[in-house]
């Protein structure tokens, strides 16, 4: 069966600093991948989806990029954190050509 | 554009109660939704799809295309149906399909 993994779970980082969230699926190979931000009345917000290695495309814009440099690893970061990154960060991942989506269990960042 | 709208932030309910969730979309293709349901401290979760026309946790929704609606209804609410659920529509095609989602609505079931 598939999993899908996210780290760290919860992370505090100043102002300025550097980002690098991952998320890493297993039991699966070639899967579609995204990166969510969750808001409080806000719903989830796509920020950026995968359907293969290299290949990323972009929903919104904003200070952060993704990366996907193996089949199943997809890295969210940012060169330098802004107040306005706060927020709790999903990850999801589906079967190429299938609408369902299957989530890990999120990133909860505090920039300070 | 596509759009997915749930009027509703906030729902509270009795035990026992019937209960619905509105969910609106706007899309100029053919539709697919689903809901996904985000109970405490656990990872969002698909709760059900249109296509599957099923029945999940005693939950139910019909696709309304004249009314451009996707409704959950559960007959009876439990308590443990406390949580955020999530509309979401599904946009694109050949591979390259993402979701589009609402705003959610919390649901609080009162014992």
């Known amino acids: 069966s598939q999993t899908i993994h996210q780290w760290p779970a919860t992370l505090v980082q100043p102002v300025g600093s550097p980002l690098s969230l991952e998320c890493t699926v297993e039991?699966?190979?070639?899967?579609?991948l995204y990166w969510y931000r969750q808001a409080a009345g806000r719903g989830l917000q796509l920020l950026f989806y995968?359907?293969?290695?290299?290949?990323i495309s972009s929903e919104v814009p904003q200070n952060l990029s993704a990366s996907r440099p193996q089949d199943r690893q997809f890295i969210l970061s940012s060169k330098k954190l802004l107040l306005s990154d706060s927020g709790f960060y999903l990850c999801?991942?589906?079967?190429?050509?299938?609408?369902?989506?299957?989530f890990g269990p999120g990133t909860r960042l505090t920039v300070t | 554009a596509q759009r997915v709208t749930q009027p509703e932030k906030l729902l509270s309910v009795f035990k026992g109660a019937p209960v619905e969730l509105k969910c609106n979309y706007s899309y100029s293709g053919s539709p697919e939704l689903f809901w996904y349901v985000q109970y405490s401290r656990q990872r969002l979760q698909l709760l059900l799809r249109?296509?599957s026309r099923e029945s999940i946790k005693g939950f139910t929704a019909d696709l309304n295309k004249g009314e451009t609606s996707f409704h959950l209804k559960k007959p009876f609410a439990q308590e443990e149906d406390s949580a955020m659920y999530y509309c979401?529509?599904?946009?694109?095609?050949?591979?390259?399909?993402?979701?589009?989602f609402g705003k959610g609505t919390k649901l609080t079931v009162n014992p």
């Open positions: 995968s359907v293969g290695i290299g290949q």
């Open positions: 039991g699966t190979s070639n899967p579609n």
């Open positions: 979401a529509l599904s946009v694109g095609q050949g591979g390259s399909e993402k979701l589009v």
């Open positions: 249109h296509i």
């Open positions: 999801a991942w589906s079967f190429g050509g299938f609408s369902e989506q299957y």
